[in-house]
């Protein structure tokens, strides 16, 4: 009869080895647990956690922090990395599409004396995002909403973020999630001479999946959901953006006529 730490030492070394699993962070915020199993150029092969089935996602589309460690895997794994060849290299895959539906309703009251003095414009959104495919569930895909505000005076171009939102985004087949945003309270002065304060301007809502890639954009008024890389980029909120929602530096956010 076998020893029994013979066995075992047997059992151990023909075990599986164990995934090296990390949490890899997309520069939209997306969070997925993954495993690197290869490297193509620019494309980084993952299997997932959850269910242990590939993803491939483009390396600039990972943070920093990822971008170092995936450097350090390919250091250590050198027969898992491949270049492709000048005259082998293919378009990327378009993105996988999913038949999203999203339904916006908005809250709003405008209260104040109609005939002069000062109103308060209370507002908040309601996205309700219904996943209309069969059979397919969308998972690890993540979303992001602006609300916006202007200059009541409407002297400039110049528009206010007031708010940025990122949600993770999850979907079963024939299902739908809602996700809202916190009120905002803004007030502005009517009556004689020049209006003065912050109205509300409308909303930008982006539907991302783990790649980065756009399955859903939706804004009001409409043609400002071509401003993705724009959008991505604004980091302090709230901020005075120009019509190319691009920050205004030196423009001072007028915060005494908002608040949440």
């Not at 959850?50 to 990972?62: A, E, F, G, I, Q």
């Not at 969308?138 to 202007?150: D, H, Q, R």
Request: glycine fraction near 6%; hydrophobic fraction near 40%; charged fraction near 20%.
């Amino acid at each position: 009869m076998r020893p029994p730490l013979l066995t075992l030492l047997i059992l151990l070394a023909c075990a599986p080895p164990e995934l090296q699993a990390r949490v890899f962070v997309s520069l939209a915020g997306t969070l997925l647990e993954a495993e690197i199993t290869a490297l193509t150029g620019d494309n980084v092969t993952l299997r997932r956690a959850n269910d242990n089935l590939p993803l491939v996602v483009k390396r600039s589309t990972l943070c920093k922090e990822d971008n170092a460690y995936i450097t350090r895997w390919v250091a250590e794994n050198p027969d898992k990395t491949t270049t492709p060849a000048a005259s082998t290299v293919s378009a990327p895959a378009p993105a996988q599409k999913y038949n999203l539906l999203c339904e916006v309703q908005s809250s709003k009251s405008n209260r104040g004396p109609p005939d002069g003095g000062q109103r308060t414009v209370e507002i908040s959104y309601a996205f309700h995002l219904h996943n209309r495919e069969v059979q397919r569930d969308l998972a690890g895909a993540s979303g992001m909403i602006l609300t916006l505000g202007k200059d009541a005076t409407g002297s400039g171009g110049d528009l206010i973020v007031l708010q940025k939102v990122h949600f993770d985004v999850a979907i079963r087949a024939q299902s739908k999630i809602v996700q809202s945003t916190e009120k905002v309270f803004l007030s502005y002065y009517q009556g004689q001479g020049p209006r003065t304060g912050v109205l509300p301007h409308g909303y930008i809502l982006f539907i991302l999946d783990a790649a980065g890639n756009v399955l859903l954009s939706q804004s009001n008024p409409v043609g400002n959901t071509k401003y993705l890389k724009e959008i991505q980029a604004i980091n302090e909120v709230p901020c005075v953006i120009d019509r190319d929602f691009k920050p205004q530096p030196n423009a001072q956010v007028p915060s005494g006529y908002i608040e949440f």
